[in-house]
């Protein structure tokens, strides 16, 4: 007789899926449904049979919409157009998205290097996801407004969109030809990846155990050319950066580059224990700036850490005190802003961030919670909160905080 933890254990070695990241007790809800309608339980830890893709099916929660985090598309297009493109003048430009879920993703890198200019024959773009279900809504490239939660310029995207009536749009027939969409397993994969130039690969790391991140950091190294770059979600950088990547130095982008001391190295880093990575989460050896969600003018930095804010404040001020790595004054900044101005989830989420790159970790989940208290949706803090929460050893509190954003994030 098969268990539940027989189960989990199958989930976790072909998928990579940690119940302690995403939630425990909804996935034992899950599995224990699947061995109460299978006549033969055993099926469900044979990843070929029909029973299993569907326990896997209802254990995934596909979170993707267009554009999400703009930035990284600007900053792909600025990198491809500025560094990728001149260095590789005859060559089309390797795109790869991975989990692409319902599609969401590699559509979004067609349409922006498009109009950057670009014409179908200088890239290509492939999307692998393990679910079969999310790659055939990828195929039909059908989408409601829930994929549309970014807003939606009808000005300058809607040529890519048939309307269907009723908010839901289609991409067109031409950009749908351009991505070439197939089953990728990223833990457990049956054949290398494709050789990359551009990897986007974001927020599936902060749901693996620390063994398959490794493992599946070494596995995108792989498939990223040396002077190639990857994109990832907002928690996940310092993950990268302990393993063999240097950071890119794209605000609000949360890219890196291989290191070029080391280029292709798969050697397993020595990662520091939960004290020293709660501190490394924004600088691994050194303050990591946190980037601004806009290029605001640079600001004159103070002459000490203690110094005074300049006289004009703004929270894009802030950010980029922050980002050039002056935490102190951008700590003073916004606690002045936050009287002056009155507080808001972006000011508590960003005070949150600095308060951990000065290592006070106690402080940094009172912010966030003070976000959260204003704006129970913020994205950005249910996942920084929940990184924070993980590294201090409180896994479970971090788990129902993961679920949260992924059922705002989920279609």
């Known amino acids: 007789m098969i268990s539940e933890n027989d189960i989990l254990q199958t989930l976790r070695k072909y998928a990579g899926i940690d119940a302690a990241q995403t939630g425990e007790a909804s996935l034992r809800i899950e599995i224990r449904r699947a061995i109460r309608a299978c006549p033969h339980p055993q099926r469900l830890l044979d990843p070929a049979t029909p029973e299993w893709k569907s326990l896997l099916e209802n254990s995934l929660v596909p979170e993707t919409w267009f554009f999400r985090n703009i930035e990284a598309f600007d900053a792909l297009v600025r990198w491809a157009t ?43 773009i492939r999307a692998g996801d393990i679910s079969d279900q999310s790659l055939d809504r990828a195929r039909q490239a059908i989408y409601r407004r829930n994929s549309f939660r970014s807003g939606f310029d009808e000005a300058r ?12 749009r289609q991409v067109t027939a031409d950009l749908r030809k351009l991505i070439d969409f197939s089953c990728m397993n990223l833990v457990h994969p ?16 902060i749901y693996f155990g620390q063994d398959t991140q490794i493992e599946v ?4 190294r792989a498939a990223l050319s040396d002077d190639g770059i990857l994109f990832l979600g907002p928690v996940e950088p310092p993950l990268a950066l302990q393993c063999g990547f240097v950071t890119a130095k794209m605000p609000m982008a949360f890219a890196c580059l291989p290191s070029n001391g080391n280029p292709g190295s798969n050697n397993t880093p020595n990662l520091p224990d939960s ?12 303050p990591k700036p946190v980037a601004p969600r806009a290029r605001p003018k640079t600001p004159a930095r103070p002459s000490s850490p203690a110094a005074a804010p300049p ?6 001020i802030a950010r980029a005190l922050a980002d050039a790595g002056n935490m102190h004054a951008a700590d003073v900044m ?24 000065l290592d006070h970790g106690d402080l940094a ?43 705002l994030a989920a279609p």
Do not use: M
């Open 82 to 124: 500025d560094t990728w493109f001149p260095a590789h003048p005859n060559e089309p430009l390797r795109a790869l998205s991975l989990p692409c879920a319902t599609g969401e993703e590699p559509f979004s890198i067609a349409i922006c290097l498009l109009e950057a200019g670009l014409s179908p024959d200088r890239f290509q």
């Open 365 to 407: 989940e009172a912010y966030y919670r003070k976000a959260l208290y204003l704006d129970p949706a913020h994205y950005e803090t249910l996942a920084h909160l929940a990184a924070l929460l993980e590294l201090n050893g409180r896994r479970s509190a971090a788990a129902s905080l993961r679920r949260r954003a992924q059922h």
């Open 217 to 220: 950091i070494a596995t995108l």
């Open 334 to 357: 916004l606690k002045h802003l936050a009287t002056s101005e009155g507080p808001s989830p972006e000011l508590f989420c960003l005070h949150g961030l600095v308060s951990e790159a």
């Open 157 to 168: 995207f809607g040529r890519y969109f048939d309307a269907l009536g009723d908010g839901d």
């Open 311 to 316: 006289a004009h404040h703004s929270l894009e």
């Open 190 to 205: 049956s054949s290398p990846l494709p050789k990359s130039d551009v990897i986007f690969c974001r927020n599936a790391l």
């Open 275 to 286: 004290k020293t990575r709660s501190r490394s989460r924004l600088h691994p050896t050194k």
